[in-house]
């Protein structure tokens, strides 16, 4: 139609320029939220965006899961055969989750030692969107959070969004949270009277230390949370891919398997072990808060994809989650020790770490004087990447860090990327 009908000017909302000229909207600030204006740019996906046009980088940025390990041949047969099955399978599905993968998933925690109903599981778009989820659902401007020094950026991001008065870090020691100064913490909060209302951990090689909680300090955890009516939120993406020997079923075991009145919130998804594109992961909680949860998950996507949800149901089912789970493994253990032994040949007593037992991650500390951005800049020049240590402390601290993700470099890669490290 012509630019000046009044059919052009409806399909164009009347945006219709008068006189053949447009006035550019301009500085966009002045139309922003206090959460618009605060949102931060996450540090591990700024550097996806370095390395994505630059085939010669060598990433130890992003936790990837290693791409050439996809059940790709599988994954296509179970999409032949959704796809000439009913249509239903593209069509809206429940927000709570597609049934069948819900008494899936409850098998599956049963394999983790958690008893848990359906109406007790979210399926949600990640675990990512759980934690926003908790966020809205639960967490106000005036309340107390505490997260692990250092923690996942995803935390810090959908915690911050919530706008509490504390968002505090609670220091780590060689074996993980450090309950001392959980103490602390917790009583400096109470004086200024805002006790904690949630804490965050990655027990399960932690992200970004790659540290395994004792299970001692769990339940020690978990007694903390009733005597200071607390809750916790326990993220688990990496409690499958321990690596035998080193740790076991029993060590990765859920703070969750011991909770027994409810206050510990756990999220898990198939992103590190199926594949992350599917966007499937699942929250168990006590049932009268999934029921909030998935209101407010409605109206932020109705509910998750639904073929998504069904390929994840079937990989159960056929049992290629089970199939992979053992190479990837191996897969991660062979990188990690990859990437030590290049460490160690080339950066022994210039840079020292923490040995991870599984997961995709390690975490080093840097001689002293070295900053982690300035590093990170020179590093760049020799066309190498890795994420700054302080982008995973909620007080900015931890300048003296890096995090180097091993589980998406293949090991012909891993050698040269650590020579390029230690030129830098």
């Known amino acids: 139609p012509k630019a000046s009908s009044p059919r052009a000017r409806r399909l164009s909302g009347g945006r219709v320029p008068r006189r053949g000229r447009t006035v550019p909207l301009g500085d966009v600030d002045r139309f922003l939220s206090p959460t618009g204006r605060s949102l931060k740019v996450s540090a591990i ?23 050439d390990l996809f059940p790709l041949d599988e994954l296509r047969a179970i999409a032949d055969d959704l796809l000439t099955g009913p249509p239903d399978v593209i069509q809206y ?9 819900l008494e899936a998933l409850a098998g599956e925690m049963a394999r983790r030692h958690v008893t848990v109903s359906a109406e007790e599981l979210l399926i949600t778009t990640g675990s990512q969107q759980g934690l926003d989820l908790i966020a809205r659902v639960l967490v106000a401007p005036g309340d107390a959070v505490l997260v692990e020094a250092p923690t996942f950026t995803g935390a810090l991001a959908a915690s911050a969004n919530a706008r509490p ?3 505090a870090g609670v220091r780590q020691d060689a ?3 450090d309950l001392d100064d959980l103490a602390r913490v917790t009583a400096r909060l109470r004086r200024e009277g805002t006790p904690p209302k949630l804490l965050y951990v990655v027990p399960n090689f932690q992200n970004p230390t790659g540290k395994l909680l004792p299970q001692d300090r769990r339940l020690a955890l978990l007694a903390w949370a009733e005597e200071q009516d607390c809750l916790i939120v326990e993220d688990d993406p990496y409690g499958a891919l321990y690596f035998e020997g080193e740790a076991s079923p029993d060590a990765v075991r859920p703070l ?20 992350p594109g ?41 049992g290629v989650v089970d199939r992979l789970v053992p190479r990837l493994r191996a897969t991660y253990r062979a990188r990690r020790d990859a990437l030590v032994a290049s460490l160690r040949s080339k950066l022994e007593g210039r840079l020292s770490w923490t040995l991870p037992h599984g ?20 590093a760049l020049e020799e066309r190498l990447i890795f994420v700054s240590g302080s982008a995973f402390f909620v007080d900015g601290s931890g300048h003296d860090t890096i995090r180097l993700a091993f589980s998406a470099a293949p090991e012909s890669l891993i050698d040269e990327g650590v020579a390029r490290l230690a030129r830098a």
């Open 45 to 67: 996906r700024r550097m996806g965006t370095v390395a994505a046009p630059h085939p010669d980088v060598i990433s130890f940025a992003a936790g990837y899961p290693a791409a």
């Open 93 to 101: 599905g429940p927000t709570g989750g597609y049934a069948p993968l």
């Open 165 to 167: 008065r504390w968002l």
């Open 175 to 177: 074996d993980g949270l």
């Open 256 to 275: 969750k398997a011991a909770d027994e009145s409810g206050r510990v919130l756990y999220l898990s998804s198939f992103s590190k072990t199926l594949a």
């Open 278 to 318: 599917f966007r499937v992961g699942w929250m168990v909680a006590p049932a009268p808060l999934v029921e909030r949860l998935e209101t407010a998950k409605e109206t932020g996507d109705l509910a998750s994809g639904s073929l998504d949800q069904r390929m994840a149901f079937e990989a159960m089912r056929r």
């Open 359 to 378: 997961g995709f991650f390690l975490w080093a500390t840097l001689p002293e004087g070295e900053r982690d951005e300035s590093l990170l800049a020179r």
